[in-house]
């Protein structure tokens, strides 16, 4: 069973390596003349006036939170899918669906709930 | 395998759900610059509390099983939703005025508040630790939010970070040790479990550290100590109605399902965990009442005194009989109305936007608020133990139990215990009755009738129970049937 | 065999090396990137147990939620390195080093006792794809299932409570 996961191993070690080859082979090869214009971030841009990382509204997080949520949601739904079918020959087809129809319906009841409460706004 | 999916075991459960999401509809209907309807989403939220109990009641005689073992619908399954429903219902009395002083967001609250107390009353049907872990998530995840409800309080803040943070580290150790237990019996459905034990080929390596880490997780729900830390910060912290809420739902839930894990899973484990929890009792009690002595905060005394109350309720299923369990569920119930009423009445001398009230706020208030005085009297004398209220039979019936299982040494602990408390208690009574008022006390009441209608009820029936116990008794005899799945 | 047992090791040392990145590195960022290695790892080792379904959670779930959200904390709150405030209780990580060494030996001695537990049934053994674990969760789980989605709700409104400010007060400031 575990063979049928092969060519995602052989992708991953592709992936990695062509990234390692692009990044690494400039770093040998190329010449390396730095002054100060090229360290610069933006060449010809604003120059930076503060550290780019600064503390960010908690807003996002709201967001972030609510991802997670829908994110495990969607996870649910997934052996759902697979055995779909399967229920609905063993058990019936009612039973493939009202559980699931159940589960969704709290949850997209809650979506309303969030949207109309300005959670998904962005001000 | 067919799939048993007999819905009208959680009946009352989907009924709170059900309601929790007519709160939220109701709560859509207005905005937050014109909040339409919103002042009747408590009385909305009652009424889905009233009809649970209806359907409690109506399905009394009924017991059924169903989920493949998941849940049962027993007498000790509807003795504990009695328990939360009560508990919910004067809750939501308590928070119709307070809540919007502290939070606009009442629509989130009080589904918040259903969905907690479906949680809880699952706690008492489940038969399955996957079952059990999910409710208690629920009810754990929705008080940790409650706690913190007060936004503009750092100290209700720190109550749900403290109470998150210790709250998440005990469900750790309740879903490890419901996992060894796993490996040890391959099923976590409690009469498989039991069948399993029973045939004497388990791992004891894992059966054990499971049991173990089981009661670490439970104890943390529950306040026992030495896993009580949190409680005095948290009870402190939270909203006065909230406090009220989860000193007796959690604890009446948390101990359900403790209960029905021990008795209906791990009953030939009896010597080993009762020995474990009869030393935990004995600190739990001893420590509860001493710290609570040296209270001057009514909030934090009444903590105190919900540890030693949990030390209590533990003295009961020490034996593992189904006597205990009924005894625990009792006192349980007597301790939902005198506790929550104890609460209403710190609400009533809590100054405004303080959270809190020391004691010294209650002192002479028997002149000049009789009715609070004798009100807040009953209660005292009834967590005290003090014959004929309610808070009496419920300390009989645990100790009683504890006698009959063989224990008897425990009970005498446990009666000396109460004597400790009553000192605190009788000491509040005695500055309520016996002191001249002074510059903190009470000067000013707030007319608010749903906090005064929620104080009442609770007042009758501690003195109702105390009065005829035999007629609530029957409600919680005879309640673990231990039904097959 | 052997070839299988060789893969187990090369990841689990890549699994492992990562697990220490994440506890060592002074950079709350480098941790959480150390993190996002450490579950990809695991992600694997879980195919290689017949477990695809928990390696499947592990990618959306773990590594492409809960990182992305410690990523977000660490945004909250600043990404400032962190000074080892441990240094000063130095006895915190020889009590973490004997609890460690009790776990290993509770393991080890469970584990040399040999498994005596009661094998789950058969149907419990088919393995961790997909459809074994949505027919159980569709018939046996399908109560705790449900309470999952209550759960979520919970969650949902928490988040709405906790990290939302009502349009009123935005309004005021």
Known sequence: MATSYLPLLVLLIVATGFGGIALGLPMLLGPSRA?????????SGIIPFADARRRFPVKYYLVAMLFILFDIEVIFLYPWAAVMRQLRDNYSMLFAIVPVGFFLLILILGLIYEWRKGALDWE | MSANLNVS????????VGFAMLVMILDMVGTDERPTGRTLLPWLALVGVAVAGLVCIQQYSQPAASFQGGAVSDHFALGLRLIILVATGLGILLSASYIPRINKQVGEYYALLLLCAAGMTMMGAATDLMVVFVALEILSLALYILCGL??????SSEASMKYFLLGAFSSAFFVYGAALIYGAAGSTQYDEIAKALAGGNSNLALLYPGIALLLVGFGFKVSLVPFHMWTPDVYQGAPTPV????????KAAAFAAFIRVLVIALPAQQPSWGWA???MAILTMTLGNLAALRQSSLKRMLAYSSIAHAGYVLVGIVAGTSEGADAALFYLFTYAFMNIGAFAVVIMLEKANEGDALQNRAAGIGQRWPWLALAMAIFMFSLSGVPPLAGFFGKLFVFKAAVDGGWAWLAVIGMLNSAIGAYYYLRVTVSMYFEKPGAETLS????WS???????VAAIFTVLIGILPGMWTALFTGGLTGLGG | MTLSVLFFVLIGAISLAAAVGVVSSNHPVHSALFLLAHFGTLAILYITLEAQFLAAIQVIIYAGGIVILILFVIMLIGSEKIVNQAEHRTWTPYVGFALGIVLLGGLAISLLQGFTGVEPNAALLQGGS???VGLELFTRYILPFELAAVLLLVALLGALLLARRPKLKIEEQ
């Open chain 2, 243 to 250: 406090t009220a809420f989860m000193s007796v739902g959690t």
């Open chain 3, 130 to 132: 997909p459809q074994a």
């Open chain 2, 444 to 447: 000013q009441r707030s007319t």
């Open chain 2, 277 to 279: 929890l009869a030393i």
């Open chain 2, 150 to 155: 007060n936004r503009e309080s750092p100290r």
């Open chain 2, 9 to 16: 075991v959680i009946l009352p459960e989907l009924i709170l």
């Open chain 1, 35 to 43: 002054n100060k214009q090229k360290l610069e971030p933006y060449e």
């Open chain 2, 450 to 456: 749903a906090l005064s209608i929620g104080l009442a």
